[in-house]
Antibody, heavy 121, light 111 residues
Framework: EVQLVESGGGLVQPGRSLRLSCAAS????????MHWVRQAPGKGLEWVSG????????GYADSVKGRFTISRDNAKNSLYLQMNSLRAEDTALYYC??????????????WGQGTMVTVSS | QSALTQPASVSGSPGQSITISCTGT?????????VSWYQQHPGKAPKLMIY???KRPSGVSNRFSGSKSGNTASLTISGLQAEDEADYYC???????????FGTGTKVTVL
């Protein structure tokens, strides 16, 4: 079964850090780009970051650039998001998503269930 | 990079057809064919319904179709069913510094 399982969310104070993980199974992980997408409570979807299959191409939304770092470990079939200098506006459900095609960004065909990040003092 | 513009809500009766628009710019929707659509039911993860403007993933009903004209993409749901009631989001690759952008989202209500 094709599956993505996120972990690492929680309650964190403003200015602190958190690292999210996404474990992939059921497909050849190192063939595909991977992405993080977030959704603030009651709000819409926002693309956060993406990484190509070999980590050669990486992109970030302007809202997180300089604070978040995406990475992957193909040997462990895992995707990560290191989030530093967290702000209240980063509070959201963070989804891990698989790129559908073999390019860097076309569509997201597999999604995890998300991990909740709450930034509050 | 601003979000792509979608109507906040669209409604229709069972069996009818509805169309959701997604308006961007020549830097995103108008410039690339990497437009996709997602369905999201409350408390659930989004589901890919359309990719590359008009292609349907395996398992998605052929009642869902996509198209694009200029800077505006559209999702049409024909033969509307109760299970289609959900939020729908478009997405596009963008040449701006933010590589990806989603639409503002549309709530579809089946009357």
């Amino acid at each position: 079964e094709v599956q993505l399982v996120e972990s690492g969310g929680g309650l964190v104070q403003p200015g602190r850090s958190l690292r999210l993980s996404c474990a992939a199974s059921g497909f050849t992980f190192d063939d595909y780009a991977m992405h993080w997408v977030r959704q603030a409570p009651g709000k819409g979807l926002e693309w956060v970051s993406g990484i190509s299959w070999n980590s050669g191409s990486i992109g970030y939304a302007d809202s997180v650039k300089g604070r978040f770092t995406i990475s992957r470990d193909n040997a462990k079939n895992s995707l990560y998001l290191q989030m530093n200098s967290l702000r209240a506006e980063d509070t959201a459900l963070y989804y891990c998503a698989k790129n559908r095609g073999f390019g860097f960004f076309d569509a997201f065909d597999i999604w995890g269930q998300g991990t909740m990040v709450t930034v509050s003092s | 990079q601003s979000a792509l513009t979608q109507p906040a809500s669209v409604s229709g009766s069972p069996g009818q057809s509805i169309t959701i628009s997604c308006t961007g710019t020549s830097s995103d929707v108008g410039g690339y064919n990497y437009v996709s659509w997602y369905q999201q039911h409350p408390g659930k993860a989004p589901k890919l319904m359309i990719y590359d403007v008009s292609k349907r993933p395996s398992g998605v009903s052929n009642r869902f179709s996509g198209s694009k004209s200029g800077n505006t993409a559209s999702l049409t749901i024909s033969g509307l069913q109760a299970e289609d009631e959900a939020d729908y989001y478009c997405s596009s690759y963008t040449s701006s510094s933010t590589l990806g952008v989603f639409g503002t989202g549309t709530k579809v209500t089946v009357l």
